[in-house]
């Protein structure tokens, strides 16, 4: 499995916005059960967020990128990018085997 960091972008007024983060949320909580969310927040200035994905290849993670409710609907737009991790922690987040 591969690394991915997916940037989240708000494209719309947070008004419009709030009332979807729910199925976000719920999304979210979808791809932790299935083993392909490793972190996952928003950005401090509120403009979007940052999902960390583990996933077999760019496409598999681009379509987990793209079945996001808020991609779904237009709300947000991503940018994805295969991280390849080097040095830190990564056992705080990475599954010993």
Do not use: C, N
């Not at 940037?7 to 999304?27: K, Q």
């Not at 928003?42 to 583990?54: H, I, Q």
């Not at 779904?72 to 990018?81: E, K, S």
């Amino acid at each position: 499995m591969l690394t991915y960091l997916v940037t989240l972008t708000i494209i719309v007024d947070r008004a419009i916005y709030e009332p979807h983060l729910p199925d976000h949320l719920a999304y979210l909580a979808q791809l932790k059960a299935a083993g392909h969310l490793l972190l996952s927040g928003p950005a401090t200035d509120r403009t979007g967020g940052f999902v960390l994905l583990r996933a077999a290849s760019l496409e598999a993670a681009t379509a987990l990128a793209q079945a996001d409710p808020l991609v779904q609907r237009g709300l947000d737009r991503f940018d994805i990018r295969e991280w390849r991790i080097t040095d830190g922690q990564p056992q705080l987040i990475t599954p010993s085997t």
